[in-house]
Structure formats: structure tokens, C-alpha cells
């Protein structure tokens, strides 16, 4: 997206990334529960066949991209997965406004785990199993990822994008609290909802301004550490909350969460670096 994006779009077209990507996960359940009912199992896993050839197809034949030299080319074959990500925690490390990023994304990963993970449990416990509450709450959560997605696409968002992933996050984090605080269930889909729409409101800015910033050289070795921890930290958040959760109220989970993430969004508010970073 950097490579073939103006630095002015990034936001849009982070929006409207996110918009799609939200989409997908409102409609594939959907989608596959009728391919279920009309077609065997191979058939429908054959279809990701289809599906891989036309995404790569329009990404060779139609998505131009400036060319690595051949000295670029040796250089990128010779090293090692690790080794991009030592040199990408070794770039995060001289740059502050990356690290503290970072930072932020590594506590909002596993603050995030309780309302992410542990919402059909608590509606369960708290509102009953029925099967239409637990589909309820994954539709109201994606179906407000798709809006947010949208209305950051159409609006970009805050002159300063440090400014606007506040917001995403002081929203999400008063989302969590509504959801250990609520005993209504509708208020709880409103709040299931709202975090689902302060998720692209959140990290949109947040993915711009490093695309917009970190130098093209070392983009795919930062973001190789951002999936890494995207991915270790909400399961390491599971490992804390999950076994709490049968101890403790997952209300209460969701309250402790919640003010965390509130605090959080304080201090990223308070941070001069991420806001100069932000402009």
C-alpha cells in the first residue's frame, strides 16, 4: 500500500482497506453457511484455489510497483527471517516515536484480549447461550468495524492522526467498560458496536503514519515486528485473562480492561513525540 499510494491517501485508503476487510468477515460466515447447504466440502475449499488466482493475478498483472535493483535482489535473498526482524527491532529502537508506537500497540494488544475473546462467554454467563445472542454480538462488532472503516475512509480523520487514534482509543476503551457495566442486552450490542467502529479508527492512523514515515528500505522488516507482536501478544493477553475469567466476574475483567485502555489512551495523548509524529 505504501509503494503505490500518495502519502497524503494513506488514510483513505487505509480506511477503505479496513472497510473491506470488515465486510469480509460480516459476509464469509454468511456465504459459507449457504455454499454449505448447496455444495460438499471440497468443493467449497476448492474455491480458495479460485479465489488465490484472481487475488494474484490482479496483483501481477495489474499493480505496478517500482522494481528492486539486483543488488537489492541478492541482498533481500541472503538474509533470514530473523534476521529482518533483529534489523526491524534494531530500526525500532533509534526512532523513539516507532518505539513508543510500539509500545502502545503492545499494551492495547493485551488489553484488548478480554473484549475480543471473551465476549460470547461473558454474554453466555451473563444473558444465556442462545444461539442468536452469541451471532448477535459478532455481527454488531463487525458490522461496526465496516462503518468505522468507512467513515475513516470518507473523512481521513483528524489533521494530527495521533489525535484520532486517541479517540479510537478512549471510545474503545469506554466501549469495555460498557460492556462489564451494562446488563441490558441491546445497550451491550450498542457497546459490542462502538468498539468494533473505534478498531479502524484506532490503527488506520496508526499503520499510515508508519507507512508515511519509516523508510521504504526497512518497511517490511517494522511491520514484520508489528505482526509479531499482533500475534503473540493477544494470545499471551488470553493466557492472563482466560484463567481469571473463571475466577473473577468477566464483568469485572471487562471494567479493569477498560479503564486500562482509557489510561492508555491518556498517555498516548500526553506523548509530545507521538504527536508530533501524528502531524
Known sequence: IPQITPPEQLVRINGINSSIQSLSMLGSPALAGLLL???PVQTILFLDVITA??????LFFLVKTPSKTEEERKNAAAKSYFTDIKEGIGYINKHGYVKRIFIMTAFFSILLAPAAL??????????????????????????????GGVIIAVWGGFKNKTVTTTAGIFLFGLSTVGLGAFTNFI?????????????????TPVMS????????DFMGRVFSVMTVISSVLMPLGMVIFGPLGDRVAIDYLMLTTGIGVIILGGYVF???????AGT
Open 187 to 203: 445497550l451491550y450490542l450498542v457497546c459490542m458496536a462502538l468498539a468494533g467502529f473505534s478498531v479502524p479508527i484506532t490503527n
Open 37 to 39: 447447504t448447496i455444495s
Open 118 to 147: 471473551l465476549s460470547p462467554l461473558q454474554v453466555a454467563r451473563d444473558f444465556g447461550s442462545d444461539v442468536w445472542r452469541l451471532t448477535a454480538i459478532e455481527i454488531a462488532f463487525s458490522a461496526g468495524m465496516l462503518i
Open 270 to 276: 500526553m506523548d509530545k513525540i507521538l504527536m508530533e
Open 209 to 216: 503514519v508508519l507507512q508515511a514515515k519509516v523508510e521504504t
Open 53 to 58: 488466482v484472481i487475488g494474484i493475478s490482479i
